[in-house]
């Protein structure tokens, strides 16, 4: 099976860096079944995988993008340092997101067949 790493570093709202990783990794697999999305947030990014997030009507919600990857058997990992920095690594995140380290994202960068960053 194919596996396509997506990084995203940037926070979920401000920029659409975010939205555009989620996009591509629900695009993937829609188109893709056969590829492995593998997603990991570094730097503000780690706060995608907050939840309970509520966002005007209308307006697209990273939450549930995210929450749509893992469902479709998507693997997302957070940088746990980043999170730890950020005052996060103690609380709940959307299920099916995991803290993890920089040896599994470095783990990760060498087993994909592509990397893509955000």
Not at 76 to 94: E, H, N, Q, T, Y
């Amino acid at each position: 099976m194919k596996s396509i790493l997506i990084l995203v570093n940037d926070a979920p709202y401000g920029t659409e860096k975010a939205y555009n990783a989620m996009r591509l990794g629900m695009q993937l697999q829609k188109e893709h079944d056969q590829v492995e999305v593998r997603m990991f947030l570094m730097a503000d990014a780690v706060t995608c995988a907050i939840p309970n997030q509520n966002t005007p009507s209308g307006y697209y919600n990273i939450e549930r993008m995210l929450k749509s990857i893992i469902m479709k058997g998507g693997i997302v990992k957070l940088c746990g340092s980043c999170a730890d920095a950020r005052g996060l690594k103690s609380i709940p995140l959307i299920e099916g997101a995991e803290l993890s380290t920089m040896s599994q994202f470095t783990q990760w960068t060498v087993d994909s067949d592509k990397v893509v960053t955000f």
